[in-house]
């Protein structure tokens, strides 16, 4: 059974930080395309940042800068660390695990930036 399990949103103030972790199981980890998305009320999900088996990152303009993804393949873990977070960060953030054809979605956990 393949599992993706977020951990680390939260309540946190402007200007913080927060982050966020996926454990992957139950799928070959290494060859996946590893991402997180968000989606706020009223809006699509979007991409936030995606991490390729090699290495290699892209980000939405909107975190360029602030967001860090980062893998580890020993811990078949994904990360998200959130710097200098803005209410417009506020949303639910799910990791997708994407490989060919095969996509795999946490639940999503919830991450409010607000004073």
């Known amino acids: 059974q393949v599992q993706l399990v977020e951990s680390g949103g939260g309540l946190v103030q402007p200007g913080g930080s927060l982050r966020l972790s996926c454990a992957v199981s139950?799928?070959?980890?290494?060859?996946?395309?590893m991402g997180w998305y968000r989606q706020a009320p009223g809006k699509q999900r979007e991409l936030v940042a995606a991490?390729?088996?090699?290495?290699?990152?892209n980000y939405a303009d909107s975190v360029k800068g602030r967001f860090t993804i980062s893998r580890d393949n020993v811990k078949n873990t994904v990360y998200l660390q959130m710097n200098s977070l803005k209410p417009e960060d506020t949303a639910v953030y799910y990791c997708?695990?994407?490989?060919?054809?095969?996509?795999?979605w946490g639940q999503g956990t919830q991450v409010t930036v607000s004073s």
């Open positions: 997708n695990a994407g490989l060919d054809l095969r996509e795999f």
């Open positions: 139950g799928i070959s980890f290494l060859p996946y395309a």
């Open positions: 991490i390729f088996s090699g290495g290699a990152t």
